[in-house]
């Protein structure tokens, strides 16, 4: 009997793969289609010709571009501060011993827990007194550093032999210069996981901007796609063109760093 060019956990992986994609499938399909064909009883299955009202239409009538920009300057900035930020903590944490240093450790992953309900009030308090209420600043600022991203750092560099670093200690490297000459060259999945989490976290989010933003020219995407699906639900196709422009740079993203993803999930494990 020949063995299977695969594993047999594809015969069931596949078809589940396939029954997740069938949405965005649809969301795709639907954005090229035109009203009447989105609106029509059975629905139709394939559009009859690629039509693009419903991207003039986002593009041309609202403030997509406006949204797609702030999304993107409070991913990017989020993005980076994490990654900066989140490895100089996780390598103080990794390699540097003082006092109460796993209290502290212990202390901030126990904030992890803390529901986001219980924060939101505090946390408005604190931009309202620095002034940043309706501004960008106020969804960058909670963001430029948490604790899952310090903590991914830290689990990565334990897992890292301590003899590479010993070698340019000798040779009288500081800390500061053995982290970005050897440490984080090494750490790309860790870098690319703690990237594409803190994109998908800040790319997403809804609850914060529609407590923080007010002006609708300050409105992320999806802040603003939410109060276009209220104001033009009957326009459908206009409504899918402005899902597939959310959801396409989230989609793409995993798919680039899939693979550092899954690689630093399995080193990274539990240790220390």
Request: hydrophobic share 55%.
């Amino acid at each position: 009997m020949k063995r299977l060019p695969f594993s047999g956990w594809h015969l069931v992986l596949a078809p589940l793969a396939l029954l997740f994609a069938l949405p965005l499938v649809w969301l795709l399909v639907s954005s090229v289609m035109s009203n009447a064909e989105i609106n029509r009883f059975p629905p139709a299955l394939w559009p009859h010709g690629i039509k693009l009202d419903g991207y003039r239409y986002v593009l041309g009538n609202a403030l997509f571009p406006r949204w797609f920009l702030n999304s993107f300057i409070v991913s990017a900035v989020a993005v980076t501060a994490n990654l900066v930020l989140g490895s100089l903590g996780g390598y103080a944490f990794a390699r540097i011993r003082f006092a109460g240093s796993k209290l502290v450790l212990g202390l901030m992953l126990a904030t992890m827990v803390i529901p986001f309900q219980l924060t939101m009030i505090p946390t408005f308090l604190v931009m309202k007194q620095l002034g940043l209420i309706d501004t960008l600043g106020a969804l960058i600022v909670p963001s430029l550093v948490t604790p899952l991203s310090v903590f991914l750092f830290r689990q990565f560099f334990v897992s890292l032999p301590r003899e590479l670093e010993e070698a340019a200690w000798i040779d009288g490297c500081g800390r500061l210069r053995i982290l970005v000459s050897i440490v984080l060259p090494l750490a790309r999945p860790a870098l690319s996981t703690v990237a594409v989490l803190t994109f998908l976290a800040t790319w997403n989010d809804l609850t914060w901007p529609l407590i923080a933003i007010n002006s609708d020219s300050t409105y992320t995407l999806q802040l603003g796609l939410t109060t276009f699906q209220g104001q033009h639900h009957t326009q459908w196709s206009a409504v899918m063109a402005g899902n597939v422009i959310t959801v396409l740079p989230v989609l793409l993203g995993f798919l680039l760093a899939q693979k550092a993803f899954i690689r630093s999930l399995a080193s990274t494990g539990l240790k220390g």
